[in-house]
T-cell receptor, first 113, second 117 residues
Framework: NAGVTQTPKFQVLKTGQSMTLQCAQD?????MSWYRQDPGMGLRLIHY???????DQGEVPNGYNVSRSTTEDFPLRLLSAAPSQTSVYFC????????????FGQGTRLTVV | AQKVTQAQTEISVVEKEDVTLDCVYE???????LFWYKQPPSGELVFLIR??????QNEISGRYSWNFQKSTSSFNFTITASQVVDSAVYFC??????????????FGQGTILTVHP
């Protein structure tokens, strides 16, 4: 059971480039989310999804785009990378009801130069 | 709006000392969940415990214990007889319960715990 899988683990982008961070989960969880972690700020919610075809914005959505075509996958797109998007990105999934805790992928360390 | 505050940015202890990590939260919801996560130097986030707003019973798991007090909006975490392997960043987090809220966590800033041998 792989849990939540994120790729890539590391990425360096030039300002203005676009890329997609991949996230897949095999636990049949309804809820999936993307967070960014910056020093001294904890993790902040970028976008989340409550099921296939349904997404919504979190606290810091600007510059990011998401879609959810299947229950398993929730990719995060950076449209035009900026140095302010240098961060560690975490994907998470969770199941409603009796098991509401989020399970996280291993993270993607992104540097924008 | 929800808010989680971990006032202790960094804590340094010597092995076998007890240490308490503080977490204070704000929410207007009457039904919510609180969580603690551990982030070791390898970087992954490890779920430690969940507590719902209706359950103020304290919990003990080995050397770990959690004290939830709704009256003071606090959910503190104590490590007894700390070990070097406890060195990590610890995050407290909050989410509403129900509806579309399960995937939305509000995190505190994190507390860096260093346990020296």
């Amino acid at each position: 059971n792989a849990g939540v899988t994120q790729t890539p683990k590391f990425q360096v982008l030039k300002t203005g480039q676009s890329m997609t961070l991949q996230c897949a989960q095999d636990m049949n969880h309804e809820y999936m989310s993307w967070y960014r972690q910056d020093p001294g700020m904890g993790l902040r919610l970028i976008h989340y999804s409550v099921g296939a075809g349904i997404t919504d914005q979190g606290e810091v959505p600007n510059g990011y785009n998401v879609s959810r075509s299947t229950t398993e996958d929730f990719p995060l797109r950076l449209l035009s990378a900026a140095p302010s998007q240098t961060s560690v990105y975490f994907c998470a999934s969770s199941y409603s009801g009796a098991v509401p805790e989020a399970f996280f992928g291993q993270g993607t360390r992104l540097t924008v130069v | 709006a929800q808010k989680v505050t971990q006032a202790q940015t960094e804590i340094s202890v010597v092995e076998k000392e007890d240490v308490t990590l503080d977490c204070v939260y704000e929410t207007r919801d009457t039904t919510y969940y609180l969580f603690w996560y551990k982030q070791p130097p390898s970087g992954e986030l490890v779920f430690l415990i969940r507590r719902n707003s209706f359950d103020e019973q304290n919990e003990i798991s080995g050397r770990y214990s959690w004290n939830f007090q709704k009256s003071t909006s606090s959910f503190n975490f104590t490590i007894t007889a700390s070990q070097v392997v406890d060195s990590a960043v610890y995050f407290c987090a909050l989410s509403e319960a129900g509806g579309t809220s399960y995937g939305k966590l509000t995190f505190g800033q994190g507390t860096i715990l260093t346990v020296h041998p």
